[in-house]
Protein backbone atom coordinates (compact mmCIF):
# COMPACT_ATOMS: atom_id res chain seq x y z
CA UNK A 1 0.00 0.00 0.00
CA UNK A 2 1.49 3.49 -0.69
CA UNK A 3 2.23 5.41 1.96
CA UNK A 4 -0.21 8.74 1.00
CA UNK A 5 -3.12 5.51 1.25
CA UNK A 6 -1.93 4.28 4.53
CA UNK A 7 -1.63 8.35 5.68
CA UNK A 8 -5.27 8.77 4.04
CA UNK A 9 -6.94 5.87 6.05
CA UNK A 10 -4.93 6.58 9.11
CA UNK A 11 -6.65 9.93 9.22
CA UNK A 12 -9.83 8.69 8.27
CA UNK A 13 -10.11 6.17 10.59
CA UNK A 14 -10.01 9.22 13.36
CA UNK A 15 -13.25 10.10 15.01
CA UNK A 16 -14.51 13.32 14.46
CA UNK A 17 -13.31 16.06 14.84
CA UNK A 18 -9.86 14.81 15.14
CA UNK A 19 -10.11 13.41 11.91
CA UNK A 20 -10.83 17.62 10.27
CA UNK A 21 -7.91 18.71 13.04
CA UNK A 22 -5.71 16.15 11.31
CA UNK A 23 -6.81 16.70 7.67
CA UNK A 24 -5.97 20.57 8.40
CA UNK A 25 -2.44 19.98 9.69
CA UNK A 26 -1.68 17.32 6.95
CA UNK A 27 -2.90 20.23 4.49
CA UNK A 28 -0.77 23.28 6.77
CA UNK A 29 2.20 20.76 6.91
CA UNK A 30 2.10 19.77 3.22
CA UNK A 31 2.20 24.03 2.40
CA UNK A 32 5.15 24.28 4.72
CA UNK A 33 7.19 21.19 3.25
CA UNK A 34 5.68 20.77 -0.54
CA UNK A 35 8.15 18.90 -1.76
CA UNK A 36 9.08 17.20 1.12
CA UNK A 37 9.42 13.81 1.67
CA UNK A 38 6.10 11.42 3.60
CA UNK A 39 6.28 8.55 6.12
CA UNK A 40 4.13 6.76 7.98
CA UNK A 41 4.64 4.97 10.69
CA UNK A 42 2.17 2.26 12.08
CA UNK A 43 3.85 2.04 15.55
CA UNK A 44 5.14 -1.21 15.69
CA UNK A 45 8.38 -2.69 15.67
CA UNK A 46 10.03 -5.14 13.76
CA UNK A 47 8.13 -8.08 15.96
CA UNK A 48 5.30 -6.57 15.01
CA UNK A 49 4.23 -5.38 18.61
CA UNK A 50 3.19 -1.83 19.30
CA UNK A 51 5.36 0.49 21.07
CA UNK A 52 4.08 3.75 19.99
CA UNK A 53 0.76 5.63 18.12
CA UNK A 54 0.52 5.43 14.35
CA UNK A 55 2.30 8.73 13.03
CA UNK A 56 2.53 10.93 9.84
CA UNK A 57 6.14 12.38 9.37
CA UNK A 58 7.55 15.04 6.84
CA UNK A 59 10.28 16.26 4.91
CA UNK A 60 13.90 14.36 6.09
CA UNK A 61 16.65 15.34 8.09
CA UNK A 62 19.55 13.59 9.06
CA UNK A 63 19.21 12.67 13.07
CA UNK A 64 22.30 12.48 14.80
CA UNK A 65 23.09 10.20 18.32
CA UNK A 66 25.04 10.83 21.09
CA UNK A 67 26.92 7.34 19.91
CA UNK A 68 27.50 9.19 16.54
CA UNK A 69 25.72 7.37 14.95
CA UNK A 70 23.55 8.92 12.48
CA UNK A 71 19.96 8.11 10.70
CA UNK A 72 17.39 9.57 8.01
CA UNK A 73 14.16 10.26 9.39
CA UNK A 74 11.31 12.80 9.28
CA UNK A 75 11.33 16.58 10.56
CA UNK A 76 7.77 17.29 11.44
CA UNK A 77 5.08 14.51 12.74
CA UNK A 78 1.46 14.12 13.54
CA UNK A 79 -0.21 11.48 15.80
CA UNK A 80 -3.56 11.23 17.45
CA UNK A 81 -3.43 10.46 20.61
CA UNK A 82 -6.19 9.30 23.50
CA UNK A 83 -6.28 13.12 24.26
CA UNK A 84 -6.36 14.79 20.80
CA UNK A 85 -3.11 15.25 18.67
CA UNK A 86 0.48 15.10 19.28
CA UNK A 87 2.76 17.56 16.87
CA UNK A 88 6.91 16.58 16.56
CA UNK A 89 9.18 18.95 15.59
CA UNK A 90 12.22 17.08 15.53
CA UNK A 91 15.93 17.54 15.44
CA UNK A 92 15.96 21.05 17.76
CA UNK A 93 18.82 20.67 19.83
CA UNK A 94 17.81 23.14 22.29
CA UNK A 95 14.88 21.17 24.28
CA UNK A 96 13.59 24.04 26.00
CA UNK A 97 13.56 26.39 22.72
CA UNK A 98 9.95 25.56 21.71
CA UNK A 99 8.45 25.90 24.94
CA UNK A 100 10.28 29.14 25.78
CA UNK A 101 9.39 31.13 22.25
CA UNK A 102 6.13 29.34 21.35
CA UNK A 103 4.80 27.94 24.84
CA UNK A 104 2.84 31.18 26.32
CA UNK A 105 1.33 31.57 22.80
CA UNK A 106 0.22 28.65 21.90
CA UNK A 107 -2.78 28.36 23.71
CA UNK A 108 -3.89 25.26 25.58
CA UNK A 109 -1.52 23.08 24.56
CA UNK A 110 1.22 20.80 26.63
CA UNK A 111 4.80 21.90 25.01
CA UNK A 112 7.74 19.29 25.84
CA UNK A 113 11.62 19.60 24.27
CA UNK A 114 10.27 18.74 20.41
CA UNK A 115 6.25 17.69 21.03
CA UNK A 116 3.31 19.89 21.12
CA UNK A 117 0.17 18.20 22.49
CA UNK A 118 -3.30 19.38 22.51
CA UNK A 119 -6.95 18.47 22.54
CA UNK A 120 -8.57 20.45 19.11
CA UNK A 121 -6.85 22.85 16.42
CA UNK A 122 -9.55 25.26 18.18
CA UNK A 123 -7.25 25.45 21.59
CA UNK A 124 -4.74 26.89 19.78
CA UNK A 125 -3.01 29.42 18.07
CA UNK A 126 -2.26 27.94 14.31
CA UNK A 127 -0.07 30.88 12.97
CA UNK A 128 2.36 30.04 16.32
CA UNK A 129 2.23 26.13 15.62
CA UNK A 130 3.14 27.53 12.02
CA UNK A 131 5.59 29.42 13.30
CA UNK A 132 7.44 26.31 15.51
CA UNK A 133 7.11 24.22 12.95
CA UNK A 134 8.72 26.46 9.96
CA UNK A 135 11.55 27.26 12.75
CA UNK A 136 11.82 23.25 13.29
CA UNK A 137 12.00 22.65 9.05
CA UNK A 138 14.64 25.68 9.03
CA UNK A 139 17.02 24.05 11.95
CA UNK A 140 17.07 20.29 10.59
CA UNK A 141 16.73 21.34 6.39
CA UNK A 142 19.23 18.97 4.97
Known amino acids: MSIDKQINEYIAGQPEPKRGDMKE ?11 GRLWFLDGKDDSGKTVSNPNVGYGTQMMKY ?8 YQVGISANTAGISVYILGIEDK ?17 GYCIKFKALRDINVETLKAAMQYGIDQTAI
Do not use: C, M, Q
Open 66 to 73: ANGSTREF
Open 25 to 35: LHRIILDLIPK
Open 96 to 112: EYLAKTYGKDLGKAKVT
